[in-house]
């Protein structure tokens, strides 16, 4: 009996054995098969979530790229004008001495006249180092309501200069680009 009872137990640990193998098999086949499946699917999706991040990423360096450039411009016009407020300030004063040179040159004295002349000159290179300019308007130039700005308006003295400026009251500056004072300008009508 104990004899049977060995084999028996042999034969009962083949048969489960052998049923398990193939159920274990198969089941590998399976899940390969699912994961082989899955993995496609998610290195596909993984595929597609790169892109996404490649998308968002050179998007947003193109926009900080922008914002780069942006500010650069910004911080060149803030330089260019960062005076602006100072030398509208120092403008009346080269208009006087303007108004000063002429009032001196009727008196013929030489010496106030050259040393009245050399401070002008000194004032209005420092002025131009900082980046002030002269808008150039002279009697006869069409009048340009952009460029400048119109007082009053004359009779014209001569067929030549209707429509023309007449006169030339106050200089107009400009400090870079931008116009900081426009000329004032007398027209013939």
Known sequence: ????????????????????????NESENVINGVETAEELSIEEQLQ?????????????FAEFENYKKRNAKERMDLFKTANQ??????LPVLDDFDRALIQISKIEDEVLLKGVALIHEKLKNVLASKGLEELETRIGDVFNADFAEAITQIPAPSEDLKGKIVDVLEKGYKLGDKIIRFPKVVIGN
């Open 48 to 60: 597609e979530d790169l892109a996404k991040e490649k998308d968002k990423f050179l998007r947003l």
């Open 85 to 90: 407020e100072v030398l509208q300030v120092l």
């Open 1 to 24: 009996m104990k004899i049977k009872n060995i084999f028996k137990n042999k034969t009962e640990m083949n048969t489960e054995n052998t049923d398990k193998q193939p159920i274990e």
